[in-house]
């Protein structure tokens, strides 16, 4: 059995608490200013997210914009072809305004279960019996 260094499990780790959030972190991304894949990419990188590829912002942005929740336009760019630049919808706003809410209180659950500090010997405490 191989077991994963502490720097494997952290990313690991990290990268599955990326995805169950990154569409509401791109939706308050695009909430803030109009963007391009590659400026939504260095955002996600400036906010402390690590590099976070292009093969999951795309697909990503993809399915928020199948569902209506972002819109996009093609704009000439300075150096080489159009880009397509994202914005939110009304629906998109909607949304995020919605997962900001969930966000708060599912945060502070964890929260409020990470600072539970555990007991020590001698300390009162409920015995959970198994057998009943």
């Not at 080489?80 to 629906?91: A, E, N, S």
């Amino acid at each position: 059995m191989v077991v994963k260094g502490e720097a494997a499990e952290a990313a690991d780790r990290q990268a599955q608490l990326l995805r169950g959030c990154l569409d509401m972190c791109l939706l308050a991304l695009l909430a803030a200013e109009p963007a391009h894949g590659y400026q939504l990419v260095r955002r996600l990188d400036k906010a402390g997210f690590g590099t976070v590829s292009y093969g999951t912002v795309y697909p990503l942005i993809t399915r928020l914009h199948r569902l209506g929740l972002v819109a996009n336009a093609m704009q000439p760019s300075p150096n080489g072809p159009p880009r397509k630049v994202y914005r939110l919808t009304d629906t998109g706003h909607d949304r995020l305004s919605l997962w900001r809410e969930q966000w708060t209180q599912f945060a502070s659950v964890v929260n409020e279960t990470l600072a539970v500090r555990p007991l020590k010997s001698g300390d009162d405490h409920e015995h959970v019996d198994a057998g009943r």
